[in-house]
């Protein structure tokens, strides 16, 4: 099994949730968070004066899905949530060891 953690803009959450609900991943955990890359923040202007805000407003999906998924989840992901500007996101994939439902006990992929 395999973590999937993705960055992306909050207004592609839904696109993102729909093109996951449609290959069957029906579980995932949304964090609000706050970050940068190579954008380095952006710049506004406030009552006159500009000033660098370094952190911009994103959205992290975690997502657990066995070996065979990730590839699709990860081109489902891409589709959803790519507009071609700059800060569409990043997708990170780290192993699973373990996984345990908490209330049957149940472990592995039928714990997910």
């Given amino acids: 099994m395999k973590k999937i953690e993705a960055i992306i803009k909050p207004f592609k959450l839904d696109d993102v949730k729909d093109a996951l609900n449609s290959m069957g991943i029906k579980g995932m955990t949304i964090s609000d968070v706050k970050g940068y890359g190579r954008q380095k923040g952006q710049k ?55 996984v345990i439902r908490v209330r049957t006990g149940e472990r592995g992929n039928e714990a997910v």
């Fill in 44 to 98: 506004e202007i406030y009552r006159g004066a500009e000033y660098v805000v370094n952190f911009l407003p994103k959205i992290k999906i975690e997502i657990v899905v066995e070996d065979s998924q990730v590839e699709d989840a990860i081109k489902k992901i891409c589709e959803a949530a790519h507009t071609g500007n700059i800060g569409d996101g990043k997708i990170f994939v780290l192993p699973v060891e373990e």
